[in-house]
């Protein structure tokens, strides 16, 4: 199965029944509605705040 972490909280969520959104050809996955919502309103602004705190993290798991 297959996990990811959410771009706006850090949660790790499972891809197969998490929220998403696709994004620049990318899916990205939430623990609920309010980040994903979060997630639309500024993708960018989420990605590079991800890319800050969590230096060489990929988003998308693989167990």
Do not use: I, R
């Not at 199965?1 to 899916?27: F, L, N, P, W």
């Not at 602004?45 to 890319?51: K, R, T």
């Amino acid at each position: 199965m297959a996990k990811a972490y959410d771009v706006v909280c850090g949660m790790a969520v499972e891809t197969e029944s998490a929220s998403h959104t696709e994004h620049d050809g990318t899916t990205y996955y939430f623990c609920c509605d309010g980040c994903k919502g979060a997630f639309e309103k500024a993708p960018e602004y989420q990605l590079e705040n991800w890319a800050e705190e969590h230096p060489g993290v990929e988003l998308l798991l693989v167990e």
